[in-house]
């Protein structure tokens, strides 16, 4: 966990919380580099090398995290136009990018062909289709992923599951000869080169991600005769948001057990992890406005809400906070809550933390992911900062226009 208390006063790393506060203001999002690319080097070992790492950008597309990717020779999974446009602003060349999502339109699928990026993954036998015909049009022949839906339930939230027969993602069993057959017809204008597969965010353990390669396995090999090249396992290994009450897998199991399974086949093997490279390495600085007090309950109103980290509103996700100066030891409950007019704006309820006063910092932690790449101007807030922390220097990073994607 790179947020410790040193006395009574919160580090992030090394750096003081309150320092950072004091510099930047608040609301901030903070980020250390140098823990992101540690995450990077042990998922890269974790494999020996034989893997394709394709960071999933919509987790967090700070424009440093970016270029720390690109450096550490990382690839990018995009889910739209724009984080494909985004990708290529920050340096990654099309060889570099692949491109998920259910709903990709007709001119977000002629950009991934114009660009000829590394591949397509494809989410239904329509879009396939679809594919094919600009493909044709376009003179090109088009290198795509089928996504299969092995139908595997997992134990996460169900917002964020993504493999099972009652998700939109992916395709079943029952697609295969369709797909075959529309293989077949196309050949001249679609490329098979991966079977790809992510059942879920959140991963507490490896046995449904396991279970899932196992049903995928038949299909890679039924599939063989295109040409394959890519067995993708997707990502969505866990991260500890509760100060290890919980103990996620770690990159090597993750690793070994990926490569135990599929080493029969021969294949490259391609991943798209998101926060397990950075949720970690981020946190929220806010500020207490005001502490109110109610025969019912102590509430801490901070300077952000749903608008900036919509985790605990949407997914009823936990998140630590943690004050910046501890007062004397004493804690209290409290519902941290956020200024937007709606009674879903919390960050964290009935919560002990340090005792409280208006004006104090509050971090909080495990925000890397989803955070800031889900924020809004709901009730015309203005965005939160993003802060680099990266050898011993703070950067502050330029906020994203929308013309910046035109």
Known sequence: MPMNYKGSHLYFGKYKVETLAKKFGTPTYIYDLDLIAQNIQKHISAFHGNVGIHYAMKANANPQILRLMKKKKIGIDAVSGGELLWALKHDFVAQDIIYSGVGKSSEEIELALRKNIKLINVESPAELIRIALIAKRLKKKARIGIRYNPDVSVDTHPYITTGFRENKFGMDKSFLPEL???????????????????????????????????????????FQEF????????????????????????????????????KDLNCKILCEPGRALVGGAGALLAKVEYIKSTPFKNFAIVNTGMHHLIRPSLYQAHHRVLAANRHQGETLTYDVVGPICESSDFIAKSRII??????????????????????SFYNLHRLPKEITLYKGRATETKPMLIKDLL
């Open 180 to 222: 075959k057959n529309l293989l077949t017809k196309n050949k001249k204008h679609i490329l098979l080169e991966a079977i790809s597969l992510h059942i879920g965010s959140q991963l507490k353990n490896l046995s449904p991600l396991s279970e899932a390669i196992l049903k995928t396995k038949p299909v890679y090999k039924e």
């Open 227 to 262: 040409g394959l090249k890519y067995f993708d396992i997707g990502g969505g290994i866990a991260i500890d948001y509760h100060d290890d009450t919980e103990s996620p897998p770690s990159f090597v199991e993750y690793g070994q057990m990926a490569q135990t399974l599929l």
């Open 354 to 375: 340090s005792k409280l006063e208006a004006d104090d910092v509050v971090a909080i932690c495990e925000a890397g992911a989803y955070g800031f790449t889900m924020a």
